[in-house]
């Protein structure tokens, strides 16, 4: 290539670059989140309303819906905005703070506050204990308590918000140095305990598990040669001395993403994410849920959405039950709560512009079938 032939390629080159950094910074401003606040972004918020609130009967009356991860309350206040007198909202968290946070900014819908609603109700729980919880939660216009079938909608945006991330002393970060905690409730065994009372097979287990990990072996010896540990920064050197800063393998070998999914799979255990979530899906959605009832999930790893997909389909997640046959090769097994509504969803590229996060969210939608 000549001088001139350089200088029309970096020319080129700039402007080309110029004009994809304009678009991106105007789908910025279009798709701005109007409920992102400084404690969290809510993904694809759009299509969650959606969900729960299409094909509404306007002859009917008073919704009754869950938020079962209020977080910051940006899902709950997007659907409260879309609600009318008479509808109900119950936002769950098992994070104090959380609930807290989003307590204060929904404050105007809090039933004190409104004489007609739409009525906002926190409520502190795991959203595994719901059946139980709302047996001993009043509902604000029957004053009666949530029983069995009586949800119109169920919304669950997984994991953990962007405040509990960036919160140096709750732990769930590798870029954040603080206690080597990440227990969502503020209770039980921390990621601390676990790395120094498990023996190295069943830490090896948990990596690979639950963090697809390929190096779990080593990193599991490592953790064990490193007790004992006690902060974030304790486990990030653990992991480090067993993996390089880059891979020639690419990408998911480097240290980067190694850290992020030795973190992923202890909070999962921390917080045994996966019973829980068996126990929502299978058990909790189904019981709540009337029958018409919309089953809202977001998902942001292949283990929850896995495990979605497979309670949307089969009711269950153990493969017996679900692979189990008639002489005639109809299955069999246990009826199915749900029907699935359309295909999973991802967010815009021009949402994960703006809120990278939104990148590895997955969108479920389920309806409940008649007992
Ligand atoms: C991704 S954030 C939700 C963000 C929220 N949709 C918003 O718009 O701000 C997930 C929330 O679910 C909560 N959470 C996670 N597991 C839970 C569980 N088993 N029971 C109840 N809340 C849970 C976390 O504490 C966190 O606040």
Redesign the pocket.
Known sequence: MNLRQTVTAAFVARATRRIHNQVLSLASTENSNE?ATS??A?VMWKECVEALLEGRDERRRGLTLL??????????EAILQRLTAGDVLFG????PQ?LKTATGRLERYLPGNTSHGPFFVPVQ????SLVETLAKTIHPISNKPIVESSLDGFLL?????SH?IDCAERGFSFQQQGPLDMR?SGVGMTAADLCNELDVFELKRILKEYGDEPRAAKIADSIVRCRPLSTTSDLVEAVAAVTPEYAKKGRRMGRTATLARVFQSLRIVV?Q?YQ?LENVLTRVAPTLLRSGGKLVVLSYHSMEDRATKRAMRDGTLERSQRDERDMYGNTIGPPRPFRTLGKKRKASLEEVDVNPRARSATLRVAEKLEN
Do not use: K, R
């Open positions: 409920f404690y969290h809510p938020d079962g991860t209020l977080g910051g309350g940006g899902h709950s769950c968290d098992v994070d959380a729980s795991n959203f595994g945006d997984l994991g953990v918000s509990q969502m917080n994410e829980v």
